[in-house]
């Protein structure tokens, strides 16, 4: 996740700025900027690298000025240059910016045709232009922002300074975190906690669709439909913990709240947004045009292998075998002629992982790793490697972890969908544009969290859950099972729904929840047929779906928590956040130890 500060302050910011980011290294970035008002007028200085490379220019060029914002970023769109570095300016906007603007081409060509030069290869760049073009037109600066950021489609954090003006600074966020920081005649903006807690210990949370508008001593916040609002002030004085996880109660809640954010980073390292298609690191001599793949991971790394499976099957055409990694090299598998193998890994030292991958190798396999980690063993040793760029998941039970791969194995499937020539062009140019939908999607999805706790609530009464899901959702079922099991201790089971009626059918009574994803697709009238076999038998529906499915199970599901409607590529991302919210909310309800669930580790290192 990139990193934002904004300081409206009483002393110089500059150095306050990159104290500031300091903080926020761990989310990891590739170059960093900030930009302060001297004597109105709004400097910059940019570097890529390290933030010792941005401290080395301001020591050679010195900012002034006590009011600025500052950035570390992700590359993204545009490689990691000093010019594609935030922060992005014209003469009388500067602006920050996380996430994805999905809707930036548009709004790119209107602007050029409108007579503004842009300088970037970046979507966060129209931005500040779109804003300017609201002061030109005589706008003040909360209007032009309010203005431009309700034309914003997609999900993102943004702070904006504006050029003669000392004692406004301005944020925004949809489904990309955002925090004010009250101080003592000074006012802070960050994306998290961390960002601001070296000034202040008072920190206000903005919800989503809030925009902020701060001045020294006020903080004015207008909700998504325009209404000014109050929000509530939380204060940090119980240490690191505390401050890094926020007005979260645990640290899961946070990374699932996290995942608009960080699927976005995910995606758009492998996407070219201007030409609307895939774009794959170096691959050390992985034939993506084989004839077969071979996935190997463990829990939900194995999880989101299974759903790449359908993906690249269905996608690009190629014979592919998924394996748990404590299993497959015993069975001493053969290969085809031409595959390559994939290592799904969080940490990149799983243990029964790496030594699958060193089978591989030693069989003559081209090795390609989706790891979290970089430098990590499973990262060193591969031919070639996609990161998922989550940045530090501490939950055991992982989350935003799960979708960054499930994120970086979609962009696969779409490369290797070219490589075959399986995929057009503008089949790649329509998967790319829903691909980059997904972290909005995810934001929108996460508002079920109020009826996902009532659900929780009478969950956390059962002894046995079944899971059920149709094609790409079998694993997603398979995933919401485990989430259950690891966090909450309770027995659940994720089955194929058509295979319901080959033994699961018998574990159906009135005591048995039985979770269905269910999203209005091909297979949904499969699957309502299975819904009602279990209706019939008295079992409890709870069904994750989208308005379509909901109007149709209305009548036999006991429950039903909404998601977004979603195009089928996508929705494994997208409905993964129902899973992790339910699982989480049981555990809650039980009173277990969400992060730290008993005789679990977060790395497994050992066989």
């Known amino acids: 996740m990139c990193g934002i500060i904004g300081i409206l302050g009483n002393a110089p910011a500059a150095p306050r700025l990159v104290e500031a980011l300091k903080r926020l290294e761990y989310r990891g ?15 910059r200085r940019r570097a890529a690298g390290k933030l010792a490379n941005l ?4 020591a050679e060029e010195p900012l002034a ?17 000093t010019g594609n570095a935030h922060p992005h300016a014209t003469d009388k906007v500067a602006i920050v910016h996380n996430g994805i603007i999905e809707n930036f081409r548009a709004l790119r060509e209107e602007l050029k045709n409108a007579g503004r030069k842009f300088s970037s290869e970046t979507d966060s760049e129209v931005i500040a232009h779109l804003i300017t073009h609201y002061l030109d037109k005589g706008q003040s600066p909360e209007q032009a922002a309010i203005a431009a950021v309700r034309r914003l489609e ?5 702070a904006v300074l504006f050029a003669g003006e000392e004692v406004v600074l301005i944020g925004a966020r949809k489904g990309s975190p955002l925090a004010v920081g009250l101080g003592d005649g000074e006012m802070f903006l960050g994306s998290d906690a961390i960002a601001v807690s070296p000034f202040t210990t008072r920190v206000m949370f903005l919800d989503e669709g809030d925009i902020a508008v701060l001045s020294r001593t006020s ?14 002030v939380h204060i940090f004085a119980g240490g690191v913990a505390a401050v890094e996880k926020g007005n979260h109660r645990h640290f899961m809640q946070k990374e699932i709240y996290e995942q608009p954010e960080t699927v976005g980073r995910t995606i758009t390292r492998y996407v070219n947004a201007f030409e609307e298609r895939i774009e794959m690191p170096d691959f050390g001599g992985v034939d993506l045009n084989a004839e077969s793949a071979v996935i190997i991971g463990c829990g939900t790394a194995h999880y989101a292998g299974r759903v790449a499976e359908y993906w690249l099957e269905q996608i690009a055409g190629i014979s592919v075998e998924t394996d748990i990694a404590s299993e497959f090299r015993y069975r001493k598998p053969a290969f085809g002629k031409s595959a390559f193998s994939v290592f799904v ?43 998922t760029l989550a940045g530090p998941e ?7 972890a799960f979708t960054a791969q499930l994120s970086a194995l979609a962009a696969l499937a779409i490369a290797v969908g070219r490589a075959r020539g399986t995929l057009s062009s503008d089949d790649e140019r329509r998967l790319v544009r829903t691909l980059m939908e997904a972290p909005r999607l995810i934001a929108e999805a996460l508002g079920a969290e109020p009826e996902i706790e009532k659900i929780a609530q009478e969950l956390s009464h059962a002894r046995d859950v079944l899971y059920l899901g149709r094609g790409v959702h079998y694993p997603i079922a398979l995933e919401g099972a485990l989430k259950l099991k690891e966090i909450s201790y309770i027995h659940a089971e994720g089955y194929a729904a058509g295979e319901l009626k080959h033994g699961p059918i018998a574990l159906i009574d009135e005591a048995t929840p039985v979770v269905v994803v269910a999203p209005h697709d091909a297979l949904f009238e499969k699957t309502l047929s299975n819904m009602q076999e279990v209706n019939a038998r008295g079992g409890k529906l709870i069904v994750i779906t989208d308005a379509a499915g909901a109007a149709a199970v209305s009548e036999i599901a006991q429950h039903i928590i909404l998601a977004p409607a979603c195009d089928p590529f996508v929705a494994p991302l997208v409905y993964s ?6 699982a989480y909310f049981t555990a809650v309800h039980k009173g277990t130890d969400v992060d730290q669930p008993r005789n679990l580790a977060k790395s497994v290192t050992v066989e």
Do not use: M
């Not at 970035?29 to 400097?43: H, M, P, Q, R």
């Not at 401290?55 to 301001?58: A, P, T």
């Not at 997609?154 to 943004?158: E, R, S």
């Open 65 to 81: 000025g006590v009011t600025g914002i500052g950035h570390t970023r992700w590359a993204t769109h545009g490689a990691p240059t």
């Open 345 to 387: 890994s969080q940490s990149g030292e799983t243990a029964d992982t790496l030594a699958a991958l060193r089978y591989c190798k030693d069989n003559g396999l081209k090795t390609l790793a989706v790891v979290n980690v970089p430098e990590s063993t499973i990262w060193r040793e591969a031919d070639a490697r996609l990161p």
């Open 394 to 400: 501490i939950g055991v039970a992982s989350t935003k």
């Open 219 to 232: 903080v004015k916040v207008l909700d998504a439909d325009g209404k000014q609002v109050e929000r509530k």
């Open 29 to 43: 970035y590739d170059s960093a900027g900030v930009a302060t008002l001297e004597n109105g007028a709004i400097k």
């Open 55 to 58: 401290e080395r220019v301001l």
């Open 154 to 158: 997609g999900a993102f954090g943004i």
């Open 577 to 582: 956040i129902p899973i992790q919210l339910l």
